[in-house]
């Protein structure tokens, strides 16, 4: 009996592995590049793509995020991309340098990544995980406090 696939938010919030130093980056990217699967990559806060990348376009972000993260995170490890299965992934979280929060470690709301990559095509995570209640009360507060001023 073949096991369903997850929905993309299970998979989201499944069990991941932190590529802690970078030569486990580097074998991560290695990986993809040697795979032959149909990648689709998302910018949370962009619209979720409609269809996979194709393989240029996947080295193309790979390059082009691996520059990103070790020019913006200057640390002598990683730790900001997780992977669910290092030797077989098929989704990862790549979370932006300079919104991270807390990112590892444990949280009960932690920050949305900045791209995410994943052979399941993805949902507008914005709009499927809600700002956390304290973020609600604080926009709703800062706003109804502007009403008010103006009345």
């Not at 990648?39 to 194709?54: C, M, T």
């Not at 020019?71 to 730790?79: A, K, L, R, T, V």
């Not at 990559?117 to 304290?134: A, F, H, M, R, W």
Request: aromatic share 12%; glycine share 6%.
């Amino acid at each position: 009996m073949t096991q369903a696939q997850p929905t993309y938010l299970q998979a989201f919030r499944g069990s991941f592995t932190s590529m802690l130093r970078w030569p486990q980056l580097d074998a991560l990217w290695q990986t993809l590049r040697e795979q032959d699967k149909a990648w689709y990559i998302y910018a949370v806060g962009e619209p979720p793509p409609e269809q996979p990348v194709d393989r240029e376009q996947l080295d193309t972000f790979i390059t082009e995020i691996d520059k990103l993260l070790r020019q913006e995170h200057d640390e002598d490890y990683c730790g900001i991309v997780y992977v669910d299965e290092p030797g077989d992934p098929a989704f990862i979280k790549i979370y932006d340098p300079n919104n991270l929060g807390v990112s590892c470690g444990f949280s009960t709301n932690p920050p949305l990544p900045g791209w995410v990559l994943s052979l399941i095509k993805p949902v507008d995570l914005q709009t499927e995980l809600p700002l956390p209640g304290n973020r609600r009360r604080w926009w709703q507060k800062l706003f109804k406090a502007r009403e008010n001023a103006h009345n």
